[in-house]
């Protein structure tokens, strides 16, 4: 059976980070139609704080560099993706404590968990224009995927159109949470930000947790 | 001192805000600026470490005030909370106040030593001196509830409503919206002004779901059309009501209790083992070819609009048999589900894809419910997103029938080797799966209340909930057994194991089989007492169940489930027909009937209450019949016609003293008086009880029982009333219990003024079923229980076994050390078990 391991979960992040600093420019330009235009510097700076720290992710078991990887963030990113993405890594590394490699049902959990502790934290549901519109369905497709027993590489793929999908959904839609809902109207017609970089990070995620990096 | 923290995305700012608190308000103040972000703090955004760090800098036993700006920084903000909350005791409070103004006032506090309540007040309120000033304060957020505040009319035709309910206009309350507008030929549009949604036509739930009304959101109607005073009437109504809610939420007794954690827990008593079948394997498999063109998507939806008119007969159907025994909240759950069946917008959606993405009926049914399901899931709101399985369960039930003939589901031996497996049992899939062999339904999510648990229990379907962790061991597993009463789960259960588990169920299963067999005859206790074993009933088929499980007579049966299915006043002779159908089974065997039993907590459509802060301390049962003297004389008519057919005795919910009883004798006498020239047939003088479920009615009776044939206590209220402890408050279960000493106390002299003066004197509360409660009913001088039909078989049998004079001799003893409902259970538990007292 497919496992994902620590060294696999730290790839993830390393190509998120690199993926987040080459699409600086274009988040935080999404970020300036409905926005403060921070959200790609934000992100970035917590991810290279992030990519710092990799001599001290590896050899720890995946609960504790996730829980390193959150921390950095939340004292990093500055903006609600913060606390936000910080949030969903703290829940992850709750559920990953001593492990050094994961199930796909573990990682699904793993999602699951992070996904709730977004929510629970930003309050924001479906329809609300934030990354919640991106995560919540990429996370049931890789649920239902895996409870059909279908392969992981296939799961990924599944949560990674999933993620378009919802990231294509936020365009028409008004702002109910964040900064962006001071703007009310004006937040239609754009696409959110933050569902862009929860997009990248499934799309990292299917290219580097499945052996076919 | 309190310690005050500032948080802004500009560090500049937070510092600055500090300088001149220290300035204009003192020096000493404990307080500490938190905020920017980059090396040196001078790029905008909040950090949650530096948050935690000011709070601890800060930090006093007294309390720390945390005011912050916007977005982020709200967030950053609870993330340091709960990072603090490891290492940090004292009192945190975050606060919306301004915080340049909010500060201010909260510092004015803390140099005068408030704690930290009066600081967060003063902080609240920072903005009011400068509104004074301005003259601009800005209007009430939420102003008391007040039915005339509810309504601003707009210009002409339109309808401005702030949304109470507490989820918002969920599928319920939107569900009521539409039905009651349905017959109007008025155009009606409805947008959502706070969030900015809509307008959309008030046709679709769909729609009027993706309008996300929420608590507090104002909507507006817009009416247009000949008939459009009546549709605004109509709107009003639904408004008074809450769209319905007010009802559904009061019945909603006992709380939905979501349990927090990941263990199975008992949902319906009995063992069940089988093979586990998942519901979705119940659904057919989707067909996958593509529909190439025109005629072929028309053949399509055809196809759909035949099978949604299948499914929804079949519905309607099964939904007419139920609803009489359902509460208002199922009921309305159920009618909301069937008007997903009929919803426009749906349609068009599928249509959509079928038309344009080439998908064939069933997958466009399947996509589209899906989605809906999900969205549901998606919301933050518990009740709400529970709503989910509505979706998932209408989706189902129209596969099953677009699928073609030849592949209908079979289930292997009818099921009588499987558990089926689900999300959550709904009352439909309850009733569905009733009528199979299935052992019993293993809930992934579902409570221990929800209705379909109910309805599990009535049919004696064995379940546990919050099997979800388990789930992938499930699926993999050949066998699963669980324990409905325990809440045990064992899958793949050793062969040993399995063997134990199955005599287990046998030896459950004998025993009630032989309390069944014994059921029709009389319970005589050990001494000798012949006490009376009834059933509570509230539809016909209640009725046939207190036949089926040898019930002496029907001790309490309840009209408002009747009554439910009307949306007007029902005429006399419809009451009377409705009556006479639902105890035809009984035929001339005692049934005790209770008057119409409604108030503000429970309203129906037709006999609204004027909005009440205390609808249970308000007009309710016979206040509310007094008060509407039309209704209640085509009611006591109906009842009184009635007991030509029926051994009817009649009781009366709500009494408070003995002049509401002379009052109803005399109002019987004028009636029958009536009855009599028209030379209707009835049957009078019929005997008159009253319940016992106010304190006044309890201290009180002696006085009553003079005036009435019988009495009944009504032990949830009593208890309610005599503990203070509002029935439907989850957070006051630990008070939800009749056995306390107060309440037996207070029964006692009405026990006594019955048996005084020779009259019957009943219990018809939950607590009759419970069986550590009966030998102390029994042993208090009770002789008449009323309790669950499916109950009668095992509390008969438990009663052969008491022998109730040692009973009651060693409870006098023990009486008046009783001070708390545990002490009282102590005591009836040791009579169940083995104490020589009670059982030889
Ligand atoms: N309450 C929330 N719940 C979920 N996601 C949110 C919430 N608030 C904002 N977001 C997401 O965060 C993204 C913006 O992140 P960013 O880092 O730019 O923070 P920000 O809103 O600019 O914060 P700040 O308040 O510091 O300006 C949005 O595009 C949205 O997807
Ligand atoms: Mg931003």
């Known amino acids: 059976m497919t496992t994902i391991t620590a060294d696999q979960i730290i790839a993830w992040i390393e190509r998120y980070s690199i993926r987040i600093a080459e699409q600086k420019e274009f988040l935080t330009k999404l970020d300036s139609d409905i926005g403060d235009a921070d959200h790609g510097a934000n992100m970035n700076r917590g991810f290279q704080a992030v990519l710092a720290k990799k001599a001290e992710l590896q050899g720890k078991d995946i609960g504790a560099l996730l829980k390193i990887v959150a921390m950095t963030l939340i004292s990093t990113v500055g903006g609600a993706a913060g606390a936000l993405y910080g949030t969903f890594f703290l829940q992850a590394s709750n559920v990953t404590a001593g492990k050094t490699e994961l199930t796909p049902e573990e990682f699904v959990l793993v999602l699951e968990k992070g996904l709730a502790g977004i929510v629970l934290r930003g309050k924001a549901a479906i329809g609300d224009k934030t990354m919640v519109d991106a995560l919540h369905p990429a996370v049931k497709a890789c649920r239902r995927a895996i409870a059909a027993n279908e392969s992981l590489d296939q799961a990924l793929a599944e949560a990674v159109a999933a993620a378009e999908a919802g990231l294509q959904s936020t365009i028409p839609l008004m702002a109910r949470r964040g900064r962006a809902s001071y703007l009310g109207e004006r937040s239609v017609n754009h696409q959110d930000p933050g569902a862009t970089s929860t997009f990248f990070l499934f799309e990292c995620a299917a290219e580097t947790l499945t052996g076919k990096q | 001192m309190v310690g005050l923290v500032l948080v802004s995305h500009s560090r500049r700012l937070a510092e600055a805000t500090v300088d001149l608190i220290k300035r204009t308000v003192g020096p000493d103040i404990s307080i500490a600026a938190a905020g920017g972000v980059g090396d040196d703090r001078s790029e905008l955004g909040t950090d949650a470490l530096d948050i935690q760090e000011a709070i601890l800098k800060v930090r006093s036993p007294d309390g720390v005030l945390v005011l912050m700006d916007m977005g982020s ?153 000949p008939d459009q005073e009546s549709a605004i009437c109509a709107i009003n109504g ?136 999900e969205e549901q899931e998606s919301v933050s709101d518990e009740y709400l997103r529970a709503r989910a399985a509505d979706f998932r369960e209408i989706r189902s039930i129209v596969l099953n029938e677009l699928r073609e003939q030849t592949e209908k589901m079979v289930l292997p031996d009818n099921g009588a080797n499987a558990l089926l497996v689900c999300e959550e049992l709904t009352p439909s899939l309850a009733d569905t799966i009733g009528s199979t062999a299935i052992q019993g339904v293993l809930q992934l999510h579902g409570g221990p209340t929800s209705h379909g648990a109910i309805l599990a229990r009535a049919l004696r379907l064995p379940s546990i909930g919050g099997a979800a962790s388990a789930v992938d061991q499930i699926r993999r597993a050949t066998y699963v057994a669980f324990d409905g009463e325990k809440g045990t789960l064992w899958i793949d259960p050793s062969p040993e194991l399995r063997a134990t588990i199955e005599a287990a169920q046998a030896a459950s299963r004998s025993a009630f089989e032989a309390a069944l067999s014994q059921s029709r005859e009389p319970a005589k206790t050990k001494d000798g007492l012949l006490i009376n074993i009834a059933a509570n009933a509230g539809s016909r088929e209640d009725v046939t169940s207190a036949l089926r499980y040898g019930a002496d ?275 009836g538990k040791e009579v169940v078990s083995k104490d020589p007292v009670g059982i030889k």
């Not at chain 2, 500060?103 to 408030?114: E, F, P, R, T």
């Not at chain 2, 949902?267 to 498999?285: D, R, T, W, Y």
């Not at chain 2, 053949?299 to 208002?328: C, M, Q, V, W």
């Not at chain 2, 049966?557 to 006479?580: A, H, M, N, V």
């Open chain 2, 73 to 225: 920084a709200i967030l950053s903000a609870e993330t340091a909370k709960d990072l603090v909350s490891f290492e940090m005791t004292d009192p945190l409070v975050l606060c919306s106040a301004p915080l340049v103004e909010g500060s201010i006032a909260a510092a004015v506090q803390i140099q005068i030593g408030s704690g930290l309540n009066e600081v967060t007040a003063a902080a609240q309120q920072g903005l009011t001196p400068k509104q004074e000033q301005l003259d601009d304060t800005a209007p009430q957020p939420e102003p008391a509830r007040t039915d005339e505040e509810m309504l601003v009319p707009a210009k002409g035709t339109e309808l401005a409503v702030t949304i109470r309910n507490e989820h918002g206009l969920h599928l319920r309350p939107a569900a009521n919206l539409i039905r009651a507008l349905a017959p109007f030929k008025a155009t009606v549009q409805i947008e959502n002004l706070s969030a900015k949604r809509g307008p959309i036509a008030a046709k679709s739930l769909v729609d009027l779901a993706r309008l996300q009304v929420r608590q507090g959101d104002q909507i507006r109607f817009s009416i247009a059309g």
């Open chain 2, 238 to 373: 639904l408004v008074h009501t809450n769209f319905g809610d007010n009802a559904a939420s009061a019945a909603k007794v006992p709380p939905r209790v979501v349990p927090t954690t990941d263990e199975p827990f008992p949902v319906s008593a009995g063992i069940a083992i089988g093979q586990p079948i998942f519901l979705e394997q119940l659904e057919p498999p989707i067909p996958s070819y593509a529909v190439p063109d025109e005629p072929a998507a028309k053949i399509e939806l055809e196809k759909l609009h035949g099978a949604i008119n299948r499914a929804e007969k079949a519905f309607t159907s099964r939904f007419e048999r139920l609803r009489t025994t359902l509460d208002p909240e199922t009921v309305s759950i159920l009618e909301a589900q069937r008007l997903i069946l009929e919803d426009e917008t749906i349609i068009a959606d599928v249509g959509e894809r079928v038309h344009h993405q080439h998908e064939n009926a069933a997958q466009a049914w399947h996509t589209i419910l899906t989605g809906l399901a």
């Open chain 2, 553 to 827: 007579s029907i001790g309490l049966f309840r009209s408002e489930f009747l009554f439910q299915k009307f949306d007007q006043l029902p005429s006399e002779e419809k009451q009377l027909s409705t009556y006479q159908d639902a105890l035809a089974p009984f035929g001339s065997r005692l049934v005790t009937l209770r008057l119409l039993d409604i108030g503000g907590d429970k309203p129906l459509p037709f006999l609204t209450v004027p909005h009440e802060a205390n609808p249970f301390l308000g007009v309710r049962g016979i206040r509310l019949l007094f008060q509407n003297p039309g209704f209640c004389r085509s009611h006591l008519r109906a009842v009184l016609r009635l007991a030509v057919d029926h051994e009817i005795r009649i009781l009366v919910p709500m009494v408070t003293d003995h002049s509401e009883l002379v009052q109803l004798r005399k109002l019987f006498e004028e009636l029958h008086q009536e009855l009599v020239s028209e030379k209707l047939p009835h049957k009078w003088p019929a005997p008159i009880g009253a319940m016992i479920e106010t304190p006044s009615a309890a201290i009180l009776a002696g006085q009553i029982a003079a005036e009435c044939d019988f009495l009944s206590f009504g032990t949830n209220d009593l208890t309610q009333y005599v503990l203070c402890a509002e029935r439907g408050n989850p957070a006051l279960n630990l008070y939800a219990d009749a056995l306390h000493p107060a309440v037996l106390r207070i029964c006692q002299p009405a026990i006594e003024a019955a048996q005084n003066r020779n009259i019957s004197v009943s219990v018809c509360g939950e607590i009759g079923s419970d069986p550590e409660a009966v030998p102390i009913l029994l042993g208090l001088g009770l002789r008449d229980l009323s309790v669950t039909a499916a109950a009668v078989p095992n509390i008969k049998a438990l009663v052969r076994e008491l022998d109730v004079s040692r009973i009651a001799t060693r409870l006098a003893e023990k009486f008046d050390t009783f001070g708390t409902a545990t002490d009282v259970r102590e005591f």
